[in-house]
Every structure is written in C-alpha cells, then in structure tokens.
C-alpha cells in the first residue's frame, strides 16, 4: 500500500483536480463505500426519496466513477479492502492538492489585501498567522460577516473576543465585490470580489495570469485537466481557501469550530446548487467563465448578422414553423 499512495499514481492524480473541481471535503473511503451499496439499493428505491445530502453524496459519486474510466468496474468487482484504497488514493490527491494550493496561496493573498504599490499596515506575518483574522484591521473587515458592521467599536470587540462567534453560513464581506452588502439585494455582487478572481487564476489558470490576460498556461491546473469552465465547486474551493488565509487559524481542519471551514464551503454549494436560484447562479456562473476562460467553448458565441451561417438558421426555422403549421 505504500507503494501505491505515491502521488505519481493515476488516481492521486485524480483525486488533486476532483477534489478542487467536483467536491473538496469530504471522506472518500466512505463515499465510494456507501456509493456501491446505494447501486444496490436504487433498484428498489428512487434517488429522488433520499434525503438533499444524500442525494449530493450520489451525485458525486456517480461524477467520479463517470470521470475515471473503469473505476465502478474495479469498485463492484473488487473487495472491501480494494475499495478502502481506492478512496485513500482519492483522498490523499484530494488533500495534498489542498495542502499545496494553501502554501502557495498563503503569501500572495497578502499581496491582494491592498492595492498594487501600497502595503499593510500594520504589516502581517507571512509565517504567522496569530496576527491575520479579527486581530487586523484589514484582515477583520475582509473576513466580518455581512450585515454587521465593523468599524463599529463594539462589533469589532466581540468578533476579536470571539464572544460574537462566527459561523461557517455567516458570510464574510470579501465574498461580494467591492466589499459591499446590500441586504436589500443580497445577491447582488456576491462570489464577484478581485480577491476570488484572483486567488481562482492562481490556483487554475497560474500565478502569473493573475496580472495578465486571462489566459491557461500550459502548466496550469486548468489546461492540465482540460478545464474549460469555472464549475461551482471550484469557486466553492477557492472562497474557502481564501477565508481560511485570511483567518487567524493555523490549520487547516474540516472540523475546526472555529473557522467551521466545512459548513463554509457547503452552504455555499448549497446556494449554487439550489434549483430556485438557477437564474441568478447561470449569471454568475457565465460571469466567471468569462473573466478566466473567456475562449472558452461553452461560453456562448454570437452570430454575426448575414453571415451565411445566420442565413442557414433562419431558412431552417423558417421551415421548422412551416411543418409545425402544417401538422396542426
């Protein structure tokens, strides 16, 4: 087995843009476990009758055996153990990936705090972590939840005390753009902030495109995989590994109350994958797609007016209304 959790093996490999594109946090022995056993189980019983985060567990699990060719053949003809290692492969890509997009990270989100020219003051730590979160002004405002207000002195006590404690589906300000709430739209520039974009370039499309025209090096995470578009997952990830930068904890936990990492990153896949907001989520969705792959294939292209192309769509609508006419 140890020679098998090498991180040159195909499914570490997986497992590295998997969790960072499909789904972060989670146990990957386990789901692949209770994957198989649901197969046998909705012979009898609709996915529809499981509960919402079942149904998101099987919809995973169908992702990954879908994007590795002969993966459910290996997991259902295969024995506890095989499946067992199989999700510690998956999972140690899955985490190392995170590992390294962290240290990577850790110092150029310092670099977005401020404008490009201007510095921190009071400067922060880039090995320490102590003086990041609610214990820096700057750091403070970024990571203070919308709808309450920090430079109000109180606030700011009570968020610094941890007597006002913060939860994970508390968002901070830096989610919308420009730093502002409107609680009367709280839609409005949500999940569009520099800091994302930003800290989305770094760790897909590379460092460098961060101050260039968005564009997938051929070293990046993007290009490596094929990546094409942003999916909601990934910017789910990265608004947690930015939250995580900018708070004063050291380590990175799922279950660490304190930044309460995992109720982050799923409450906002929560939202994205919420059937009611499909419009505003194709907006913003597109948005992204736009700003980091704006050659992108599934982005929309338009068709210019006369061309022959238009002339063709239109002799063929024209001919589809004529058979519907004709049929009633």
């Not at 400067?123 to 430079?151: M, Q, Y």
């Amino acid at each position: 087995m140890a020679n098998s959790l090498t991180s040159s093996n195909p499914l570490v490999l997986h497992g590295r843009h998997f969790g960072r594109t499909v789904f972060a946090l989670c146990n990957y022995p386990a789901l692949l476990t209770s994957g198989i056993l649901r197969l046998e189980e909705l012979q009898d019983i609709p996915v529809e009758d499981y509960p919402a985060d079942v149904r998101r567990e099987h919809r995973v699990f169908m992702e990954l055996v879908d994007s590795y060719p002969g993966l459910l053949e290996c997991l259902t003809n295969g024995e506890e153990e095989d499946i067992i290692l199989v999700g510690e492969l998956l999972g140690k890509g899955a985490s190392g990936a995170r590992g390294d997009d962290t240290k990577t990270l850790k110092s150029a989100v310092l670099e977005w705090l401020v404008p490009r020219g201007q510095v921190v003051i009071p400067p922060l730590s880039r090995n320490i972590k102590s003086d990041h979160g609610f214990n820096h002004e700057v750091t403070g405002a970024l990571l203070c939840p919308a709808g309450l207000d920090w430079s109000n002195a109180e606030t700011k006590q009570g968020l610094k005390s941890g007597e006002i404690a913060v939860r994970g589906d508390q968002w901070p300000m830096f989610l919308y753009a420009g730093n502002i709430y409107d609680p009367e739209e709280p839609w409005k520039g949500l999940l569009r902030s520099e800091i994302l974009i930003f800290g989305f370039k770094h760790v897909f499309t590379s460092p460098s495109s961060v101050d260039r025209e968005p564009k997938a090096t051929r070293s990046g995470n993007a290009y490596l995989h094929g990546m094409k578009s942003v999916t909601k997952a990934s910017l789910a990830y990265i608004a947690t590994q930015v939250r995580f930068l900018l708070s004063s904890s050291s380590v990175f936990s799922r279950t660490d109350t304190i930044t309460d990492s995992d109720n982050f990153y799923h409450s906002i896949l929560d939202l994205l994958e919420d059937p009611d907001e499909n419009e505003e989520v194709a907006d913003l969705m597109m948005w992204w797609t736009r700003r980091v792959f704006p050659n992108s294939s599934s982005l929309q292209r338009s068709i210019s007016k006369n061309s022959a192309l238009s002339k063709i769509q239109e002799k063929c609508a024209i001919l589809q209304e004529r058979a519907t006419a004709g049929a009633t």
